[in-house]
């Protein structure tokens, strides 16, 4: 077998975030998160199982650090690379930080598949990492018995800039900046059902950098900020309204989807994640008369690698925010609902 036609995906359980441990099984698994309050500088721990740790430098600078580490979502090991890469400095983004350096982070069955295509790995990571400016200096490597890859991420952040998934507001407009179905896609693609041009297409988008993060985090009408990866965007938003005590209200009309992941959806393809993310949250969720079951089943809950943006916005400074990303260059984001005071559910969703 020669390294062109190895297809990663085929040694690796699961795909990306989807190969993530379930949320009932990591909650139980975090336990006690007291140890947090031992470190006044310490201001985003475990509490709200935010997107990175952020700890104060000084009273206007804070550092940020993270890891972000999954198995294959693609066949090619230097789009893996790229799309492992991306995915772990967007938590840096989520949090409205700047990146700063990077470590990588590297399990390979070493017995099974060619160092040669861990090196690919590496190169697709180090190409993100010098097209944001960061040196990829260093890292860990141990023999596993399937390809892991991902990074360790430092970042710095101003305190006044810093974007939890905890500040949410009543009142306030919900966004997100891309649209949802990398996990079905990638579901489709292990199964050998995607096209060579929707193959492209699926890496380009989770190779996609979320650098919108930096230009939200400046916006003050931005009141909370967090990235959609493998809970799926029900669990994301779930994370976001227990921390503020909010009800969300979404509709399924407005909640964006890739073109391509439309016909797997009606296929029924969709990822093992799935079925884990939603037993987790459909306690927590409402849906009302007339929304389509299978699609809200489907879509809510489907785990994304390096997907978009999810934020919440103040009504009165939406007009702002939007000038400021469209003036940055980037694509207006979707608004898919808004935050209410708690009525007895945390997300409800309309057709």
Not at 46 to 62: G, H, Q, S
Not at 119 to 145: K, Y
Request: negative net charge; glycine residues 10%.
């Amino acid at each position: 077998m020669t390294n062109s036609n190895i297809r990663l995906t085929q040694f690796a359980h699961g795909s990306g975030c989807g190969c993530k441990i379930s949320p009932a099984v990591l909650q139980e698994i975090l336990g006690d998160k007291t140890h947090d309050h031992q470190f006044p500088a310490l201001l985003v721990g475990n509490d709200t199982k935010d997107d990175a740790a952020v700890m104060a430098l000084d009273e206007k600078t804070c550092l940020i650090s993270t890891a972000d580490f999954f198995t294959p979502v693609v066949d090619d090991a230097f789009d893996f690379g790229r799309i492992a890469a991306a995915n772990a400095i967007g938590d840096v983004y989520a949090m409205g930080g700047k990146p700063l350096m990077a470590i990588a982070l590297l399990g390979w069955p070493v017995d099974i598949l060619p160092a040669k295509l861990a090196s690919e790995v590496l190169r697709g990571a180090r190409q993100v990492c010098e097209e944001i400016g960061i040196p990829l200096a260093g890292g860990h490597s141990i023999d596993t018995r399937e390809p892991i890859f991902g990074l360790s991420v430092n970042g710095l952040v101003q305190r006044a800039n810093i974007k939890r998934n905890a500040t949410a507001e009543a009142g306030d407009v919900l966004f997100l900046t891309r649209p949802l179905g990398t996990g079905i896609l990638a579901a489709a693609l292990k199964r050998g059902l995607l096209s060579e041009e929707e193959k492209t297409y699926l890496t380009h988008h989770m190779s996609t950098i979320n650098k919108a993060g930096m230009v939200l985090a400046e916006q003050p009408a931005v009141t909370a900020m967090t990235d959609v990866t493998g809970f799926g965007i029900a669990g994301h938003l779930l994370e976001m309204c227990q921390a503020a005590n909010l009800t969300a209200e979404i509709s399924m009309k407005q909640v964006p989807i890739l073109p391509a992941a439309v016909k797997f959806i009606e296929q029924g393809v969709m990822p093992d994640a799935t079925f884990k993310n939603w037993n987790t949250y459909t306690p927590h969720m409402k849906l009302e008369e007339g929304v389509d079951v299978t699609n809200a089943f489907t879509v809510l809950p489907d785990p994304q690698t390096n997907g978009g943006l999810l934020f919440s916005c103040k009504p009165e400074g939406v007009a702002a925010v939007l000038a400021a990303l469209r003036a940055a260059g980037y694509t207006e984001p979707a608004p898919i609902g808004q935050l209410l005071p708690p009525i007895g559910t945390s997300i409800r969703v309309l057709p």
